[in-house]
């Protein structure tokens, strides 16, 4: 065998080594396709359905939202109403209620006497005693003390 001989097998061997990786890399490859397009089918089946009920919880939801908004509404309009009687109320009944409480503390104030403390300009008089002032209140606490 001459030189070129032994050349041309290593190179056949080489090639078909380089062919065997070839074709086992291509089988694993095709394998990998095969369960990729099953994987793809097993999800396109379970997202219809999937996909079906999210549309029908969003209507749902749609709906529940208009509710809601309806409610609002009506609660506003109820709270606008409350407010507008409860200051027709306090217009109506609220000016005779303080005039009838006023006159009911004058009675009760007149009816009751008044106390010698309330009498206005009780404070500002003052009893002279051997040439000096002596407040009221000093003077009040002689006259008990005088009473005893």
Known sequence: MSGGEVAGILVAVFWAILVSFLAVALARVAQTLKATTKLVADVTDQAVP????A??????AQTQIDRVDAI???VQEVTSNASALSTTVASTFGGPL???AAFGYGVRRALGGRKEEDVPGN???????VGRTVPAARRKRNLRGKRD
């Open 55 to 60: 549309s029908q919880a969003v209507r749902s």
């Open 72 to 74: 609002a509404t009506d």
């Open 98 to 100: 303080v005039k009838v």
């Open 123 to 129: 404070s500002a008089r003052r009893t002279v005693i």
């Open 50 to 53: 999937l996909l079906a009920d």
